[in-house]
C-alpha cells in the first residue's frame, strides 16, 4: 500500500459509538481543544503507576489510575496462531513470549505524523509472517472513587483486530465474519466502553487479536500493533479518543483541498468548452483533472470512513485511476500542443495504459487467493517499473515537441507540465532520493500535495491566457470593431 497514497464491519460494541462523525469535525476542533487543555487527560493529577513486568508465571502489574490515560505499552503476551481459546481471562499465557509496545516519542508512522510508532511483529522475530496473532495482557486497576474507566484501542494496526476484556468481545477494526477477514484502513481511532464487572476496576485481562493480511509482508516493520491501547478515567478517554481523529482529520484534509481544486478547474475546463467545440484540448483535460481529483481524494476516503476495503483500494485506484490518470494527461497536452505526430503514439498510450492496470493486479496474487513463484512476481514488478517510465519518456517527448512547436507558448505550459508530472512521476522521484513527505507542525505534507496545489494554480493561468488570446482573436472584438 501507498500512503497518503493500504485497507467496519464488526463494530459491536457496549456504549458509545466507534467512530466520530467527521463532517462535525472541524466545526468542533476549537472546542475539543480547549477541552482537551482543561482536561485531567494532560495534567495527570493522581497518577500512580506501579509498574511490574509479567513474570512468565502471570504475575500482575498492578495500576492506580487518577484523572489519566495511561498507555499499556506491556510487555504484553504474544503468539501467533488463532484460537478462541486465548481470549478467555484464565487462560495460561506463561509459555508466550513478551513483547514490548513502547516506542520513542518522537517516533511516528511515516504518513500523517501518528505518534509514539513501534515496529510491528516482523522486526520483533517474525519476519514475512502473515495471518492471525494474538496480544494478551493482564493487570490490576484501582480507579477513583465514583470513575468508570473506558479503553482506547490500539490506533495503528496491521491490518485488522478484535478486542476482548474479561473474555467479552467488544469491537475492533474490519470485518471477522467471513473466512478471511476483510482490512479497510489501519489507523481508526477506538473508543471502548468496558464491560460493567470490569469498569469498576480489579484485576483486568485483555486479549487482542490481530490479523495482517499479505500485502503488508514486504513492509519494513510491520505486523500487528503499532501504537499501544491505553486505558483511562473516561472522560480523558473520550477526549484523547476525540483528539486522535483530529489528528486523522488533519492529516487527510491536506488531500481534499487539492482534490476540490482538481474538481473546480474539470468545472473551468468544461464552461470553456462550447467556446471551441472542434478543440479537443478540453475533454482531454477536464478527464485528466478528475481522475486526479479521485485518485488524490480517496485518500482521505480511505483513511476516513470504513467502506473502501483495501481489494477496492487496489483494483480503483492503483490499476484502473492511475493508469487512466498517467494516459489521460500524457493525451491532454498532446492536445495542448496540437501535436499529431507520430501518429502511432495514442496507441501505443493505450496499450500501455492497459497493461499497466493488468501488471497491478498480477502484481498482487493474493487479490486472487493464488500465489506465484518468486521470479514470476519480481518481472511483473518490473514490468510495473519499466510502463511507468515508459510513460515518463512519452511526456518528456510531449513537452520537447511541445516546446519546439509552439516556441514561447510552450515555454508558458512547461511549468505546469512539471508541476503535474511531480504528482504522476513521484516514484522516480523518490527513487532520485527527493524527499516524498514532511511533517510540518507533526502533520504529513506530501510533495504531490503541494504540486498538485500549485498545478491547479498554473493551469488556471493558462487558460485564462488561452481564452483572453481567443477573445482578442475574435472578429467581434471590440477594440478591432472600433479600428
Known sequence: M?????????????????HLCLTALAGEYVETILKALRSPLWLLLGLCVQAGAASATGQEASIAIGHSVVALDGPWKFHTG??????????DDSAW????????????????????????????????????AWYRLRFAVTPPSGETLALLGPW???????VYVGGILLGGVGDFSGATPTAYGYHYPRFFALPPGSAG?????????????????????AGGIHIAPAIGEREAITGQ????????????????????MFFLAVMMVLSLWPLDRAD?????????????????GNQAFFFWWQIETVQGFVIFILALTSSLCLGTWVMAWRSWFKLDTPVWLPRLVAALMVVYGIAQLLARPWMFHAAFPHPVSTALRYLISCVHLAFLLIYLLTAFQGIRRQGREGWYALPAMLAIGVVLFITELVFLHVPGIWFPFGVGLSITECASAIFVVLLSGLLLRRLWSRASRSPLNPLESRA
Open 241 to 260: 479518543y476525540r483528539l486522535q481523529w483530529l489528528k486523522i482529520f488533519e492529516g487527510y484534509a491536506v488531500d481534499v483541498v487539492p482534490a476540490l
Open 156 to 162: 495503528a494496526v496491521d491490518s485488522s483486530y478484535q
Open 97 to 132: 513470549e513478551s513483547v514490548d509496545l513502547s516506542a520513542p516519542p518522537d517516533a511516528n508512522d511515516g504518513d500523517v505524523g501518528i505518534t509514539p510508532y513501534t515496529s510491528g511483529w516482523s522486526s520483533k522475530g517474525h519476519p514475512g509472517y502473515q495471518g492471525y
Open 2 to 18: 501507498t500512503p497518503k497514497a493500504l485497507l467496519p464491519r464488526n463494530q459491536t460494541g457496549a456504549g458509545r459509538s466507534n
Open 201 to 221: 476496576g480489579g484485576t483486568m485481562a485483555i486479549a487482542i487479536r490481530v490479523w495482517m493480511g499479505p500485502w503488508g509482508v514486504a513492509a519494513p516493520g
Open 82 to 91: 488463532d484460537d478462541p481459546r486465548w481470549a478467555e481471562p484464565t487462560f
Open 280 to 296: 479537443r484540448t478540453y475533454p482531454w483535460l477536464a478527464a485528466a483533472l478528475l481522475f486526479s481529483g479521485i485518485q488524490r
